[in-house]
């Protein structure tokens, strides 16, 4: 897909890196390289996974093993941490993240949630004290500061509802150019990907194949039987047919599997396409989202409101 930014694409399907539970660092370093051995060029990470570390130590490796040719061949997006999201922090924020992942540049740098810390949490709820609203300006700012140094190719944001985006489009230099939100047949998101698709901002779907057997997924979508019948109908899978689902919907997506047969049928997507009646059933399928920063922050009035909104 092409991106607002200059001249930048992003491919259809990366890897997301956040596992539940958590694995270690050896086990995301191997998966990552396995993934680059099937094909994938796109990794999501985020200061807070803890995978940037991984991510980086499997492209070097990559890129010395001859997997592919050089860095410019990888697209990797990481995410600015609530604890950082202030405007005179963005710039350290991202240099750790860049000496994490061994890299000069990202090619995405996105506010991870559109609100702040003002210390990190290990246990959840998060006590109300520590949960601020974001100063979207100054950090909107630091984030233009970033791409101007060349530290990323391109800025976005995670979680942002229309009314968000809105406010940031009305004093933003840069505009975002991603958007990355929760995204598959059970969270269709139709008038936040009609907005987007108006202003330019490109989605990516994070949580595309409902993230089955993590605290915050479930399998409404994997073991959902009008999916089921209809990729028994084409020979595909479940995960196939809601990833479709997804790149139809004109979105780039980032499922995590660090399984290596899954990973490989994850990215292959692209050789036949969902029937108009097809895609009308989905289309049927009740809405309920699966991730809700309530059940990570606690049910706090500022957490309750950004929830309400994406
Ligand atoms: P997901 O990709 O929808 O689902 C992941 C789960 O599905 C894993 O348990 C995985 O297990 C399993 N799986 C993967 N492929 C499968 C297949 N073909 N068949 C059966 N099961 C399969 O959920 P997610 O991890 O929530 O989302 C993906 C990525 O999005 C994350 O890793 C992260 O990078 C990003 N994300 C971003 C945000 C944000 O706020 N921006 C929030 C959540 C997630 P195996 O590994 O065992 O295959």
């Not at 991984?54 to 890129?63: H, N, Q, R, S």
């Not at 936040?192 to 979508?221: Q, V």
Request: net charge neutral; glycine share 6%.
């Amino acid at each position: 897909f092409t991106l607002s930014c200059a001249g930048q694409t992003i491919p259809a399907v990366g890897l997301g890196t956040v596992s539940d539970p958590r694995v270690d660092a050896e086990t995301t370093r191997v998966a990552v390289l396995e993934a680059i051995k099937a094909g994938y060029r796109h990794f999501d990470s985020a200061f807070v996974y803890g995978s940037e570390k991984p991510v980086g130590e499997a492209i070097a490796e990559a890129l010395r093993l001859g997997l592919a040719k050089s860095r410019d061949e990888f697209f990797i997006t990481t995410k600015l941490w609530c604890t950082f999201a202030e405007g005179d922090q963005v710039i350290t924020a991202i240099k750790m993240s860049l000496k994490n992942l061994q890299m000069d540049y990202v090619d995405m740098y996105l506010v991870h949630l559109p609100l702040r810390l003002t210390q990190q949490m290990t246990k959840s709820p998060v006590p109300r004290e520590h949960i601020m609203p974001i100063d979207l300006k100054s950090v909107w700012a630091g984030m233009e500061e970033c791409q101007n140094l060349g530290l990323t190719k391109g800025i976005g944001v995670s979680n942002f509802s229309c009314k968000r985006l809105e406010d940031l489009i009305s004093f933003c230099k840069i505009p975002p150019a991603i958007n990355q939100v929760e995204l598959n047949p059970f969270w269709r998101q139709k008038e936040l990907m009609e907005f987007c698709k108006a202003k330019g901002i490109h989605i990516t779907a994070y949580s595309p194949l409902g993230a089955h057997g993590t605290k915050w997924g479930d399998n409404r979508i994997l073991g959902c039987n009008v999916i089921e019948e209809i990729a028994k109908a084409r020979v595909k899978t479940t995960a196939q047919v809601s990833l479709r689902w997804v790149y139809e919907q004109g979105a780039s997506m980032v499922p995590k599997s660090f399984n290596k047969e899954r990973m490989r049928q994850n990215i292959d997507i692209f050789d036949w396409s969902l029937t108009e009646e097809e895609i009308n059933k989905i289309n049927q399928l009740p809405q309920r989202k699966g991730s809700t920063l309530a059940s990570t922050f606690g049910p706090h009035d500022l957490v309750l409101e950004i929830d309400a909104d994406i």
